[in-house]
């Protein structure tokens, strides 16, 4: 179980993310990168519909770019074919140039979620967790300077249990 104390109500990131969702990119530009955590994403058996996800992520970035600043991106969807929230976590070896955040600086770090039309309020602590992950600047260069998914796994799950 999650400690409470660390989150709202029990969610955690440990709660919506395994180690097979965690995976070191080597992409060279956002849509690939985007298309490979939704390929892994949709290997989930909380993803019903894997082409609405992509197509659903796809449109959103064409409305607004999903890069928060300070080299992460946050793609996220709320959909009816998914059964329950869920997230996979992308780190690429390179910066992601054509990410168009919004400080116009690279992406390395991806954080992408879906979750059921129905589940805002866990969306949103999801979304606040995650910001709570990277706003620190000494954590965010901890992060970008792993090693292995399984290393970025364990760092973005600790203190989870």
């Known amino acids: 179980m999650a400690d409470e104390g660390l989150s709202e109500g029990g969610l955690s990131i440990g709660s919506v993310l395994s ?9 060279p530009d956002k849509n690939s990168a985007l298309k490979k955590l939704i390929d892994v994403l949709s290997q989930t058996p909380e ?4 082409d609405e996800l992509e197509k659903s ?3 959103r970035e064409e409305m607004m770019s999903t890069g928060i600043g300070l080299g992460v991106g946050v793609p996220h ?3 009816k074919s998914v059964k329950d929230i869920v997230m996979a976590v992308g780190l690429s ?4 140039d054509d990410y168009e955040s919004l400080d116009d600086e690279p992406v390395r770090l991806i954080f992408l979620i ?4 129905d589940q805002h309020r866990e969306y949103i602590r999801l979304l606040k967790q995650v910001s709570s992950q ?4 000494q954590r965010r260069k901890e992060i970008f300077q792993v090693e292995s998914a399984e290393q970025l796994y364990d760092y973005l799950t600790q203190g989870d249990e």
């Open 93 to 96: 070896r390179h910066p992601i």
């Open 114 to 117: 879906a979750a059921r039309n």
């Open 57 to 59: 992520i796809f449109d």
């Open 134 to 137: 990277v706003k620190d600047e």
């Open 77 to 79: 969807v709320r959909l």
């Open 47 to 50: 993803i019903k519909d894997e």
């Open 19 to 27: 180690p097979e969702r965690v995976v070191l990119l080597d992409n």
